[in-house]
């Protein structure tokens, strides 16, 4: 079955640096990666996604980059805010069309 | 506005007690899903519904069941609460098709002692 790997497991940035997290999946039939974000307290929120057919994809300050080939995907956060604060969790498809987790990265933004 | 509610926000149970989570969407979707959290782990889905009334394990279904009577309401119940069992429990809903977005309530973080 699928197998999703996150790194690293904490990050700690200045205010208005970036910020990286990676992903790698095992399931090369996997075909949807999503990141959820999750604050103290709340249910993980989407964030942004990507489908195996594009390669990079970006809202404002978040970026995500996808490699088929090495099966990584990774989330890029620039000028990093205090509200930036969160768990991040990458995801990608199974087979079956369910999502598989990754470990999830706590992010620290100081000011 | 989309929304995904669950019944207690925190719950205390003691070893043995059969235990309810509940949980309600408004988006009429198809599927919706239980999830534990637990550190280091991140999210582990328990059990699976696609259709009322059907359902399907997940990765961790052992010492659970689920419920779907309802289109809207999926139900989890720990048959007979265990320590190891103490964690956050996520539900989430979807639409039919995977490559949509999951929409999760706030969770219910559950202690049985």
């Known amino acids: 079955g699928e197998n999703v790997e996150q790194h690293p497991s904490t990050l700690s940035v200045q205010e208005g640096d970036s910020a990286v997290i990676k992903c790698t999946y095992s399931?090369?039939?996997?075909?949807?990666f999503p990141w959820y974000k999750q604050e103290l307290g709340k249910g993980p929120q989407l964030i942004i996604d990507i489908r195996s057919n594009v390669g990079e994809k970006k809202d404002q300050r978040i970026a995500v980059t996808l490699n088929k080939t090495a099966k990584h995907f990774s989330l890029h956060i620039t000028e990093t805010q205090p509200e930036d604060s969160a768990v991040y969790f990458c995801a990608a498809t199974d087979s079956w069309g369910k999502l598989q987790f990754g470990a999830g990265t706590q992010v620290v933004v100081t000011p | 506005d989309v929304k995904v509610t669950q019944s207690s926000r925190y719950l205390v149970k003691r070893t043995g007690e059969k235990v309810f989570l509940e949980c309600v969407q408004d988006m009429d979707h198809e599927n919706m899903f239980w999830y534990r959290q637990d550190p280091g782990l991140g999210l582990r889905l328990i059990y699976f519904s696609y259709d009322v009334k059907m359902k399907e394990k997940g990765d961790i279904p052992e010492g659970y069941s689920v419920s779907r009577e309802k289109k809207e309401r999926f139900s989890l119940i720990l048959e007979s609460a265990s320590t190891n069992q103490t964690s956050m429990y996520l539900c989430?809903?979807?639409?039919?098709?995977?490559?949509?977005?999951?929409?999760f309530g706030p969770g219910t973080r559950l202690t049985v002692t």
């Open positions: 399931d090369s039939a996997s075909n949807y």
């Open positions: 989430a809903s979807r639409d039919e098709l995977p490559g949509y977005e999951q929409y």
